[in-house]
T-cell receptor, first 113, second 114 residues
Framework: QKEVEQDPGPLSVPEGAIVSLNCTYSNSAFQYFMWYRQYSRKGPELLMY????GNKEDGRFTAQVDKSSKYISLFIRDSQPSDSATYLCAMSDFSGGYNKLIFGAGTRLAVHP | KAGVTQTPRYLIKTRGQQVTLSCSPISGHRSVSWYQQTPGQGLQFLFE???????NKGNFPGRFSGRQFSNSRSEMNVSTLELGDSALYLC?????????????FGPGTRLTVL
């Protein structure tokens, strides 16, 4: 079983929809939780970063972490065609060492006009 | 500010050959990490360098190695290539590599092994 599970999709939604992306994990030591967006033929870019449990909002994006359930989510409001990409969750802990991120498989999202 | 650059962008090799990939971090960044991305395994951590020292290593065979130079540029080498080494190799840089640092990824080098 992988440390981080993420449904690869694909997920297809109409423009303007609210999108919910999720990851579950098994390592209770994870403290830092991130969401990256990766466009085709590009490297991942950091979207959201949260430490421990709670919510964080940035424009149309909201990240949620529930450590008791080992579950993290990314919500995208008013989705746009430009949001079409692969979304990767990533996590790290202190014992993993410097910069060792554990990634989910990534969810492919398509937002159609 | 220029982003992370990786060269070459595309590479085709045959089994048994070796390959060297290069990464130039963002100016001022001293930590460089390498990841392998495949459709089956996703993104997997290879190793991390800081001040020319490898501080952390993932679960890859010894055929995968790397180094960092005094200007923070990094190279990774894969010897005796296997078909399964075909992947997108991503480099990421950050200021110090601490847990609170943001990692910035380059566009990757797509390696195809025939």
């Amino acid at each position: 079983q992988k440390e981080v599970e993420q449904d690869p999709g694909p997920l297809s939604v109409p423009e303007g929809a609210i999108v919910s992306l999720n990851c579950t994990y098994s390592n209770s030591a994870f403290q830092y939780f991130m969401w990256y967006r990766q466009y085709s033929r590009k490297g991942p870019e950091l979207l959201m970063y949260t430490y421990s449990s709670g919510n964080k909002e940035d424009g149309r994006f909201t990240a949620q972490v529930d450590k008791s359930s080992k579950y993290i989510s990314l919500f995208i409001r008013d989705s746009q065609p430009s949001d079409s990409a692969t979304y990767l969750c990533a996590m790290s802990d202190f014992s993993g060492g410097y910069n060792k991120l554990i990634f989910g498989a990534g969810t492919r999202l398509a937002v159609h006009p | 500010k220029a982003g992370v650059t990786q060269t070459p962008r595309y590479l085709i090799k045959t089994r048994g050959q070796q390959v060297t990939l290069s990464c130039s971090p963002i100016s001022g960044h001293r930590s460089v990490s390498w990841y392998q991305q495949t459709p089956g395994q996703g993104l997997q951590f290879l190793f991390e360098y800081f001040s020319e020292t490898q501080r952390n290593k993932g679960n890859f065979p010894g055929r995968f190695s790397g180094r960092q130079f005094s200007n923070s540029r990094s190279e990774m080498n894969v010897s005796t290539l296997e078909l399964g080494d075909s992947a997108l190799y991503l480099c990421a840089s950050s200021l110090t590599g601490s847990f609170a640092d943001t990692q910035y990824f380059g566009p990757g080098t797509r390696l195809t092994v025939l």
